[in-house]
């Protein structure tokens, strides 16, 4: 069954403390991954596309990598700014299927 | 527009009352998608349009829950005989193609009481 499982649910981070977010995948021929930021009270909103393994992309404080199996985004030296949902997602027939996201705070 | 415009943004409805949800997605857009967005988890897929046809409608919990998008643009998302279970957040997406980057509205939150 396809499946994309986001960890860790939470993450709290301190400005300029560096971490990772996990995005791993389950699904059969793969057009791209997606990342996307989500502020409460919106909706998402479109940061990266991935197409194939090695691939990177980076956005500001942001870069994100894909394997065959898993996607990471990189937080460099975050600020408050920072702090919002990220979701990845994956398309499949007809539809994106989204992880759960990972709530991410940064504290000043 | 600029974006993908939905309203009302908030709508209290009571239970059994009906309700119906309305995209603007961008112009040229053609994918539409309605998701589901409970409290604290990712977007669930309802729906998807290409153009005037829906080509899916797998995610859609029961049949009370209803979808058109007569001439290609607007899209409307209607729900009978609303029952607790359904308040969420509902987002419509817009693409240029099937596999290409998402745009979402703000998102309506309907709340069932």
């Known amino acids: 069954e396809d499946q994309v499982t986001q960890s860790p649910e939470a993450l709290r981070l301190q400005e300029g403390e560096s971490s990772s977010l996990n995005c791993s995948y389950t699904v059969s021929g793969l057009r791209g991954l997606f990342w996307y930021r989500q502020d409460p009270g919106k909706g998402p909103e479109f940061l990266f596309t991935?197409?194939?393994a090695g691939e990177e992309k980076e956005k500001e404080r942001l870069k994100a990598t894909l394997t065959k199996k898993e996607s990471f985004l990189h937080i460099t030296a975050p600020k408050p700014e920072d702090s919002a949902t990220y979701l990845c997602?994956?398309?499949?027939?007809?539809?994106?299927?989204f992880g759960a996201g990972t709530r991410l705070t940064v504290k000043p | 527009g600029a974006g993908v415009s939905q309203s009302p943004r908030y709508k209290v409805a009571k239970r059994g009352q009906d309700v119906a949800l309305r995209c603007d997605p961008i112009s040229g857009h053609v994918s539409l998608f309605w998701y589901q967005q409970a409290l604290g988890q990712g977007p669930e897929f309802l729906t998807y349009f290409q153009n005037e046809a829906q080509l899916d409608k797998s995610g859609l919990p029961s049949d009370r829950f209803f979808a058109e998008r007569p001439e290609g643009s607007v899209s409307t998302l209607k729900i009978q005989r609303t029952q607790q279970e359904d308040s969420a957040v509902y987002l419509c997406a817009s693409s240029l193609a099937t596999y290409q980057k998402a745009f979402f509205g703000q998102g309506t939150r309907l709340t069932v009481v």
């Open positions: 997602a994956v398309p499949l027939r007809n539809d994106m299927r």
């Open positions: 991935l197409y194939s």
